[in-house]
């Protein structure tokens, strides 16, 4: 039997996000995306109530967003339940109500963020759990680096953000990284695409588990500064984030097909 040709590199398949010949396709492939990251934190538990959202910039009003409706489920969404949102906190588009605080903090962060497609923000169990420690992540793992000195936190609770003025005060401490921990609230992450933005936000409350478990155990060894560096440099990119994102969203959109309706 003669030896295996190998395959050419080129002619492999490789998942990169896709580009779009007009914005109603690119509108609509935002708005699939972001039913199915909002069906995946309903998978995973980051439901709490009606606390939580995902926003995806609109790539046509770049002032507005999409965001999920208010007191709806995350699991049974779909694209056409998605409400449009404008700068003024108005609804454009949908018939139903936007949550004030999805307004408030997202509003304030797409405005001092151009480069922001989208932001995740729910109460997920060990975000809320490392939050009330007032303490940022620590580089104990190779997933965790991709965080190193590239998330902040906002050191300071006033109640339920229901003000543009407080979602200032977030953007601001959010600056130019891809996540905030809210002090005794949560984790908001950022991306230029929903799915980065998705990805950010799952990997980050699994590293604040991690975190809690292994400072439970005992005290964890920390990553050098120097390869924690490295090691961000190497998957701390949403190109990167939307590459690992993909599995998930091949599950859900399998899965749940529905939710494209």
């Not at 208010?70 to 969404?77: D, E, K, P």
């Not at 933005?197 to 990553?223: D, H, N, Y």
Request: hydrophobic share 40%; proline share 5%; charged share 20%.
């Amino acid at each position: 039997m003669p030896e295996p040709t190998p395959i050419p590199t080129e002619l492999l398949q490789f998942a990169l996000p896709p580009t779009h010949e007009t914005v109603d396709d690119e509108r609509r492939y935002r708005k699939e995306r972001l039913v199915a990251a909002l069906r995946l934190f309903g998978r995973f538990g980051f439901e709490e109530g009606v606390a939580g959202h995902i926003t995806a910039r609109d790539p046509e009003f770049t002032d507005c967003f999409w965001v999920n409706p208010f007191g709806m489920s995350f699991r049974h969404l779909t694209v056409g339940d998605l409400i449009l949102v404008n700068a003024q906190g108005k609804v454009v588009e949908g018939r139903h109500h936007v949550n004030q605080a999805a307004f408030a903090i997202h509003s304030q962060v797409h405005q001092a963020r151009p480069d922001v497609v989208a932001a995740a923000h729910s109460h997920s169990t060990y975000g809320r759990a490392l939050s009330s420690l007032g303490e940022l992540l620590d580089p104990i793992t190779q997933d965790v680096c991709a965080f190193y000195e590239d998330h902040a936190l906002f050191d300071d609770y006033t109640g339920v953000v229901v003000d543009e003025e407080e979602g200032r005060r977030i953007a601001a401490a959010l600056g130019p990284h891809k996540a905030v921990i809210l002090r005794n609230h949560g984790l908001l992450t950022v991306g230029d695409s929903v799915d980065a933005a998705a990805w950010w936000f799952i990997t980050m409350e699994r590293s604040c588990q991690v975190q809690l478990t292994a400072k439970a155990a005992g005290k964890p060894v920390l990553i050098d500064h120097h390869q924690a560096v490295h090691t961000r440099e190497q998957l701390g990119n949403d190109l990167v984030a939307w590459i690992n994102y993909q599995p998930l969203y091949q599950q859900i959109a399998r899965s749940e097909p529905e939710l494209f309706t």
